[in-house]
């Protein structure tokens, strides 16, 4: 108990450094070794969030003697998608994934449809500021997807909730606070994206509770986040705010 209060504390102080006067750990770190361009800043910000987010939650699982989580459900997070009635069962994964991919493409077409026809792309104008305004930073905004859906699925799907788990009455509420936590851990992108980051964030662990499955919500993460940061501006060719 000791560890997984140690452990749980030293997550969610990671967490709370987002909140600190001055940069955070990924922007250090993509100071470090971004370039002076935002393209080499969003590359660097990549490596930061893996640092940040990545490298924390392995230790802890480590230290959990719950390495093998990455790949097999832990019983903990079992057990508490079970006391709600989920199944925890890869059946489900085909029927989920159909049905992504059938709307990811109809929401492509439309987007491409209304640009074609200059009109503006239907949904919230919110546009994350990390988001590529031109050619020469979609690579990097690509690479900020894919740290991001990787890292962030490891710590806020998996370490902090196994950690919490026994300090809050199990795997339930240790997925409510990490995702209450995965929220707040977005301040950079203003109430408004902390708010659409706890839903997406609330989704994302239904869907680990009803699969069992950490690689689906990493993939659909990326998915995400690809389309936040370079899908829908460069198809829409929208203007991307400072912010």
């Given at each position: 108990m000791i560890l997984h209060a140690v452990l749980t504390a030293a997550l969610?102080?990671?967490?709370?450094?987002?909140?600190?006067?001055?940069?955070?750990?990924?922007a250090i770190v993509a100071r470090h070794f971004g370039r002076e361009t935002r393209a080499g800043l969003l590359r660097g910000l990549a490596a930061g969030t893996a640092v940040s987010y990545a490298v924390p939650a392995i230790l802890a699982l480590l230290l959990l003697g719950a390495g093998d989580a990455i790949v097999t459900m832990p019983a903990a997070l079992r057990r508490a998608a079970r006391s709600i009635g989920l199944p925890a069962s890869a059946d489900?994964?085909?029927?989920?994934?159909?049905?992504?991919?059938?709307?990811?493409?109809?929401?492509?077409?439309?987007?491409?449809?209304?640009?074609l026809r200059g009109k503006r792309p239907i949904g919230l104008a919110y546009r994350s500021p990390l988001a590529a305004r031109e050619p020469a930073e979609r690579g990097g905004a690509a690479l900020v997807a894919l740290s991001a859906g990787v890292s962030?699925?490891?710590?806020?799907?998996?370490?902090?909730?196994?950690?919490?788990?026994?300090?809050?009455?199990?795997?339930?509420?240790?997925?409510a606070v990490a995702t209450l936590a995965f929220a707040l851990a977005h301040r950079h992108q203003g109430w408004l994206g902390i708010l659409l980051t706890g839903v997406v964030g609330g989704w994302l662990a239904w869907l680990y509770l009803l699969t069992g499955?950490?690689?689906?919500?990493?993939?659909?993460?990326?998915?995400?986040?690809?389309?936040?940061?370079?899908?829908?501006?460069?198809?829409?060719?929208?203007a991307v705010p400072v912010g």
């Open positions: 969610l102080a990671i967490v709370a450094q987002s909140w600190r006067r001055g940069p955070g750990i990924a489900e994964i085909p029927y989920i994934l159909a049905c992504l991919v059938i709307g990811a493409t109809l929401g492509i077409l439309i987007l491409a449809v209304r640009r962030e699925e490891l710590f806020f799907r998996l370490a902090l909730p196994l950690a919490a788990a026994p300090l809050l009455g199990g795997g339930l509420g240790g997925m499955a950490l690689w689906l919500t990493v993939l659909l993460h990326v998915a995400i986040d690809l389309h936040a940061l370079v899908l829908r501006p460069w198809i829409s060719g929208a």
